[in-house]
């Protein structure tokens, strides 16, 4: 059984910073195919950053440059710090893993949709005030 279980969310004020962490069990960091999704109230869960299991990364405009995901295969978790916070990143923030392997293709720069993984987290709760 696949267990992922996100931590490190939390309020904080614009232009502040927070590490989300997903702590994973059942499910091989090291081999992984990973992303973060967010979903604001009355939004659509959104991709904005992935990873595959050879650590090409793929990231949302709206987040390039603030944001970075990294793991830790001795932890077995994935990261994601994020910088430069603003009101508009306020959402719940989800891990995903996909099953299996997955090398993203050098020329198509995309980020997978939710449907495209088939484990998730619980959420944890980010916060960005004015």
């Known amino acids: 059984q696949v267990n992922l279980v996100e931590s490190g969310g939390g309020s904080v004020e614009a232009g502040g910073s927070l590490r989300l962490s997903c702590g994973a069990s059942?499910?091989?960091?090291?081999?992984?195919?990973m992303g973060w999704f967010r979903q604001a109230p009355g939004k659509e869960r959104e991709g904005i950053v992935a990873?595959?299991?050879?650590?090409?990364?793929r990231y949302a405009d709206s987040v390039k440059g603030r944001f970075t995901i990294s793991t830790d295969n001795a932890k077995n978790s994935l990261y994601l710090q994020m910088n430069s916070l603003k009101p508009e990143d306020t959402a719940m923030y989800y891990c995903?893993?996909?099953?299996?392997?997955?090398?993203?293709?050098?020329?198509?720069?995309?980020?997978?949709?939710?449907?495209?993984?088939?484990?998730w987290g619980q959420g944890t709760q980010v916060t960005v005030s004015s």
């Open positions: 990873i595959d299991t050879y650590r090409t990364t």
């Open positions: 059942g499910y091989t960091i090291s081999e992984s195919c």
């Open positions: 995903a893993a996909r099953k299996g392997r997955c090398r993203y293709n050098r020329d198509l720069y995309v980020l997978y949709p939710p449907a495209w993984y088939d484990y």
